[in-house]
């Protein structure tokens, strides 16, 4: 074998999978398609993504980029003036009270140049064409980049993102019907923003009764702006996705008053169909993580979080078969097990969060059981929950789900 694993795609996933395998000894190679620095959506993480970063040894590079502090995040009406906070550093269940915003050009980069100082090969420009698995031989990649060559290596690790290579090539995906959703996002410059300076650097959704907006201040002079509909009433409209865009921004007074002086950076770009998940996360010689082990919806930010701890926990059950010389462990296993409780767990408190039960629970005024100290810790990536924290958790979603067909609180009116 020429290398113990060999990685599809350099995003947070790979590269975090490749610094643990590298950390521990072991030849790894990742192939990634793009030149970094390159675009890529996605700016708001979640604070138990730090202990990661620390573990990884990557934090002093992190900190030197100087990126903007995220304190928590705010749900709004975006026609009324009706809010609630979440501060990671007040919930009593919350154990890291801070995370971060990220230019993912930057961050990107960062993540996958400290792989290759941790001792992974990076061949950036070199796409995955195909691959062969057998049980007894490992796994064979053809790659092409300056020429076209196959590699042979003892594991294959999907970390392809939405290209979800794999499991495209196995038709193993499967969308989320609940979840048929289209994103029209962009970068913007000059947007005017209030509060004090913790509050100017939370994540911002501001939710309508069909669609919200997420607003992220990445950078001094940067904000991530998106707009979330559904993909039926863009497929039923004949507008373009800028004057979607621009309807929605004109339809909430606070938005296109903090857009009144704005300026787009780049174009306006359009994602969907992105929530998903693969029947199969680990096979023979084979695993899947990040986005290509399954997608949820960015309502909670909570992509980059789960790529970093699906590569973390595959490459350390990866570690264990490479040392048993075995092509399917009992730890990979665990790794699919675990997973996928955390990817359900993610979706069962999203689509709770489009049917509005959500946000009208926790816009409540007087918090009931504690709910918003449970919501707290949950949203900010926290997955192995005392029994203190799942009882609220659950009685928060059986509420939400009884409340959605039999009013339990008052109904809000999203304008
Ligand atoms: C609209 C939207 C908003 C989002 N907002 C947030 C947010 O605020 N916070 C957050 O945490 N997450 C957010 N996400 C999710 C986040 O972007 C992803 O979860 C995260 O990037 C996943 O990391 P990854 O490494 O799995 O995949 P990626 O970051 O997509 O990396 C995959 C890499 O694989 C490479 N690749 C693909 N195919 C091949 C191939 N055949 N050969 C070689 N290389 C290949 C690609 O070039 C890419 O660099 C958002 C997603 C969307 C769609």
Same mark, same amino acid.
């Given at each position: 074998?020429?290398?113990?694993?060999?990685?599809? %795609?350099?995003? #947070?996933?790979?590269?975090?999978?490749?610094?643990?395998?590298?950390?521990?000894?072991?030849?790894?190679?990742?192939?990634?398609?793009?030149?970094? $620095? *390159?675009?890529?959506?996605?700016?708001?993480?979640? #604070?138990?993504?730090? $202990?990661?970063? @620390?573990?990884? %040894?990557?934090?002093?590079?992190?900190?030197?980029?100087? &990126?903007?502090?995220?304190?928590?995040?705010?749900?709004?009406?975006?026609? !009324?003036?009706?809010?609630?906070?979440?501060?990671? !550093?007040? =919930?009593? &269940?919350?154990?890291?009270?801070?995370?971060?915003?990220?230019?993912?050009?930057?961050?990107?980069? +960062?993540?996958?140049?400290?792989?290759?100082?941790?001792?992974?090969?990076?061949?950036?420009?070199?796409?995955?064409?195909?691959?062969?698995?057998?049980?007894?031989?490992?796994?064979?990649?053809?790659?092409? !980049?300056?020429?076209?060559?196959?590699?042979?290596?003892?594991?294959? +690790?999907?970390?392809?993102?939405?290209?979800?290579?794999?499991?495209?090539?196995?038709?193993?995906?499967?969308?989320?019907?609940?979840?048929?959703k289209i994103a029209i996002y962009g970068h913007f410059? =000059?947007?005017?923003?209030?509060?004090?300076?913790?509050?100017?650097?939370?994540?911002?959704?501001?939710?309508f009764?069909d669609s919200?907006f997420?607003?992220? #201040?990445?950078?001094?002079?940067?904000?991530?702006i998106g707009l979330v509909l559904d993909r039926s009433a863009v497929k039923s409209t004949s507008l373009t996705p800028e004057q979607i865009f621009q309807n929605a921004v004109d339809s909430?007074?606070?938005i296109?008053?903090?857009m009144?002086?704005s300026a787009r950076?780049g174009p306006l770009r359009v994602t969907n169909d992105?929530?998903?998940?693969?029947?199969?996360?680990?096979? $023979?010689?084979?695993?899947?993580?990040?986005?290509?082990?399954?997608?949820?919806?960015?309502?909670?930010?909570? =992509?980059?979080?789960?790529?970093?701890?699906?590569?973390?926990?595959?490459?350390?059950?990866?570690?264990?078969?490479?040392?048993?010389?075995?092509?399917?462990?009992?730890?990979?296993?665990?790794?699919?097990?675990?997973?996928? *409780?955390?990817? @359900?767990?993610?979706?069962?408190?999203?689509?709770?969060?489009?049917? *509005?039960?959500?946000?009208?629970?926790?816009?409540?005024?007087?918090?009931?059981?504690?709910? $918003?100290?449970?919501?707290?810790?949950?949203?900010?990536?926290?997955?192995?929950?005392?029994?203190?924290?799942?009882?609220? /958790?659950?009685?928060?979603?059986?509420?939400?789900?009884?409340?959605?067909?039999? #009013?339990?609180?008052?109904? /809000?009116?999203? =304008?």
């Amino acid at each position: 074998m020429q290398y113990d694993a060999v990685i599809i %795609g350099g995003g #947070p996933a790979g590269s975090t999978a490749a610094t643990y395998l590298a950390q521990a000894g072991k030849r790894v190679l990742v192939v990634e398609k793009e030149h970094f $620095p *390159r675009f890529h959506i996605g700016e708001s993480l979640l #604070p138990y993504n730090m $202990p990661i970063f @620390k573990e990884m %040894g990557v934090m002093p590079a992190l900190e030197a980029a100087d &990126f903007i502090p995220k304190y928590g995040g705010r749900f709004s009406l975006a026609k !009324g003036d009706m809010e609630n906070a979440i501060t990671f !550093g007040e =919930g009593s &269940f919350t154990e890291e009270p801070l995370a971060m915003h990220v230019e993912r050009s930057v961050f990107d980069k +960062i993540l996958l140049d400290h792989a290759r100082e941790c001792g992974a090969e990076v061949r950036e420009g070199w796409t995955v064409k195909d691959f062969s698995i057998s049980e007894n031989d490992g796994v064979a990649v053809t790659i092409t !980049g300056q020429h076209e060559e196959t590699i042979q290596a003892a594991f294959l +690790i999907d970390a392809s993102g939405l290209a979800n290579f794999t499991g495209n090539r196995q038709q193993l995906r499967q969308f989320h019907p609940q979840l048929q959703k289209i994103a029209i996002y962009g970068h913007f410059t =000059g947007i005017t923003l209030t509060g004090d300076s913790c509050i100017k650097t939370e994540t911002h959704i501001a939710c309508f009764e069909d669609s919200w907006f997420w607003i992220i #201040p990445f950078t001094s002079n940067k904000v991530s702006i998106g707009l979330v509909l559904d993909r039926s009433a863009v497929k039923s409209t004949s507008l373009t996705p800028e004057q979607i865009f621009q309807n929605a921004v004109d339809s909430s007074e606070s938005i296109k008053h903090m857009m009144e002086h704005s300026a787009r950076i780049g174009p306006l770009r359009v994602t969907n169909d992105y929530s998903y998940s693969n029947d199969e996360l680990v096979a $023979p010689r084979l695993i899947r993580i990040g986005d290509a082990a399954g997608f949820l919806d960015p309502v909670f930010s909570s =992509g980059v979080y789960l790529a970093c701890v699906t590569a973390r926990e595959a490459s350390q059950a990866i570690t264990n078969a490479l040392d048993s010389n075995q092509a399917l462990s009992s730890s990979m296993k665990a790794y699919e097990k675990r997973t996928r *409780r955390n990817l @359900k767990r993610y979706r069962e408190v999203i689509e709770l969060f489009y049917d *509005r039960s959500f946000i009208e629970i926790l816009l409540q005024p007087e918090p009931v059981l504690r709910w $918003p100290c449970a919501l707290n810790a949950f949203l900010s990536g926290r997955l192995e929950l005392p029994w203190s924290l799942r009882w609220r /958790l659950k009685t928060f979603i059986w509420f939400a789900r009884i409340h959605s067909r039999f #009013p339990l609180v008052k109904k /809000l009116n999203f =304008g």
